[in-house]
């Protein structure tokens, strides 16, 4: 299935399969190692972190939310971003742990071992 870029997505970090998964109408359309957002939501479902921390056991409940893009301008300014539901209750900047809701456009990335997720603003 393709994405259509006019309409939302939503993007999680898959454990399972250590990629990212995008979501567009309640599907799951793509698993990717890259991905380039515009207009971002950094989103936690508070019901699903409580269960998480009940539980002790992970499951889908934060994301973001933006449409796919082929590139993502040069920012004004830039940041670091990860989620920690033990330690936090929203996404947040990796340096000051300020909280991070929203930004003009998000790249994610991973590889092996590694994720990351970037907010920019322009």
Known sequence: ???D?????YVYF???????????SGKVV???DCVLLKDCRFLV????RERVLKEKKKN????????????VPAGRSECEVIYNPYKFTSFVDKYDHEPVD?????VLSCGPGWRDVEAVWT
């Open 14 to 24: 898959n454990l399972h399969k250590k990629c990212f998964s995008v979501r567009q």
């Open 30 to 32: 793509s698993h990717d």
């Open 102 to 106: 929203r930004a003009d456009y998000a």
């Open 45 to 48: 479902g508070a019901a699903g």
């Open 60 to 71: 889908v409940h934060a994301g973001i939310s933006g449409y796919v893009v082929d590139w």
């Open 5 to 9: 870029p006019n309409k939302r997505v």
């Open 1 to 3: 299935m393709d994405i």
